[in-house]
């Protein structure tokens, strides 16, 4: 890319999430379920880039495209299904402009189908994008109108910080959150979501599932910043479906424990797992204890919160 086209370009930062606390209810009739979630951004990101299309030679002059660079990028669809685009499609037709000439970038770090809402992010991070190099200044509350219809976590991709979502998600009310320090550990593969949720309906036979509600001891943990407070309240109802269809991360769960994590949950849907360490010297101590176990794939550590979908 030339500094012309770099000039025209606008960059968002996007962060991933971890659920600190993801409380599912029952099936609702459109498929969805009830949440109470309890969202942490943390300091993993994305960047995605946007360029109008006709600045670039090997773009054609009135398409969007997608391309994606970093780890796991090849798991990473290029067509319009990816959230990128759509967000870009939605934020055109609303504006009522026409269909989007584009070209967007994505600098991929947060891992992909890791239930840590990579997908989700970019989606906002494209928005964000998109109205930035369009200057169309739209009001923050349409944004997150567009996120919703996006995807369940993309609003927290925008917001960023700490907040209750409830609904599917979507709904967000900011919580307070001090500082904490985490360890991810990225498995091979992904899980799918649905595949998922399936699960947990599948395992929820024959019993009643209580209406989604945030914890108070979580919340006032949350707010507190300490980190014991905060592990002995940890819980994601999703975690037995995603053990069941990958059984293999009860021993991820289990290492990080025994090198010192104050507390190991499955990330959202999964199969990412999530250890709560006491400070950077404990996430380094067992970063290295997971990596040498040969458990995972990788390791990343983070703090939280982070912000949500930042112009750079």
Known sequence: MSRADAARSVTVRVPAKVNVQLAVGAARPDGFHDLANVFLAVSLYDEVTVT?????????????????????????PLDRTNLVARAAETLAARSGLPAPAVHIHIAKNIPVAGGMAGGSADG???????????????????LLDMCAELGS???FSLVGGAALGTGRGEILNPVEAGAFHWVFAV???????????REFDRLAQGREIPAPEASPALLAALASGDPEALAATLVNDLQPAALSLRPGLAGTLAAGTDAGALAALVSGSGP??????????SAAKVAAALEASGLCRATRTATSPAPGATLL
């Open 153 to 155: 976590d993309v609003p």
């Open 124 to 142: 906002a991070g494209a928005l964000v994008a998109c109205d930035a190099l369009w200057g169309l200044d739209t009001p923050a509350a349409e």
């Open 52 to 76: 109008p299309a006709d600045e670039l030679t090997v773009t054609p002059a009135d398409e969007l495209t997608v391309t994606c660079a970093g780890p796991d990028a090849d798991q990473v």
């Open 187 to 197: 498995a091979d593969g992904g899980l799918s979501t649905p595949a998922v949720f």
């Open 272 to 281: 990412t797992t999530a250890f709560l360490v006491r400070d950077a010297a």
